[in-house]
């Protein structure tokens, strides 16, 4: 994006934020490295509406579920909430339900499975923690919620179980360091207490950092998807692999990277990739020519500040 397509988008356009999911084979793509998923897109029928950050799991019935975020990008006074939303096979909608709100800005509502547990550990840096909700996938709803990690704002909170150890991945929530800087924490059980890597951050720069996804683990490698925010926010997705990790050392390397599919409606960015057996979800950007729209949010944010 040139400096001509930045000012004309920061001017007259909107951002609006879909998910696509795809039947899709991963070791294919990390193997050949080429995405060429033809994701169907799902309808949204509020246009002050997006919908982002998706991970998906097939609940063993034949349907799938998709756990998202449900936010505005023209209203500033609304915060995001996390929905659940039911798919059958042919990935129609079955249901669709509010998950989780506390009253304040949730995101990336990441699935994870330990000892027999199916957790959701979402982005809640507006809470200052890090907090997993136990799920039940055949009732649908959250049952406990547990404190893994307190009194520190993470974004996009990624776990991983390696080496008999628990390890946190995750951006610090500054404004200035929110896509650049990785800190991995690491722990012996899931509650912790959890340590800080003594490289920390272990890895600086806009491309690759800031995570996007639950790791993939193909043929005993470990690949984490990662954020490219070189250029704007939501730029494309970078697939690393993980050559070294321990309690000492990390280091990862560039395996691949995912852009946007060019044919879609939702083609100017993406940030998010997931995926469940033979199914992958992500998510898109639409710029929508909207000036009149443009406008409003800026008065709508002008007069939050003044009321602040």
Known sequence: MNMLQKLYKKAFCVMQWNIGIAKADIRRIITTKTFDAEPVWLTIDDQDTSIADPFILEDG??????????????????YGILRLKTLNANLEPLDDKVLLDVKKHLSYPAFF???????IIPESRHCNEVAGYEFDPTQKNILNKKIIFGNIPLLDPTLL????????FATYGDRKHEH????IYFADTLNGPYTPHPKNPVRQGLKGTRPAGNFICIDNHIYRPAQNCEGYYGKSLVINKINKLSETEFEETQHMEITAPPRAKYNA??????????FIAIDGIWLKFAPLTKLKTKLKKITKRLKA
Do not use: Q, V
């Open 61 to 78: 019935r034949g349907n799938l579920l998709l756990a998202y975020e449900d936010f505005s990008m023209t209203d500033p006074c609304r």
């Open 113 to 119: 499975s330990d000892n027999n547990t199916l957790y």
């Open 161 to 168: 179980k390696y080496n008999n150890k628990y390890w946190l």
């Open 180 to 183: 650049s800087k990785l800190y």
């Open 269 to 278: 960015g993406i940030h998010t990739l997931s995926i469940s057996g033979n």
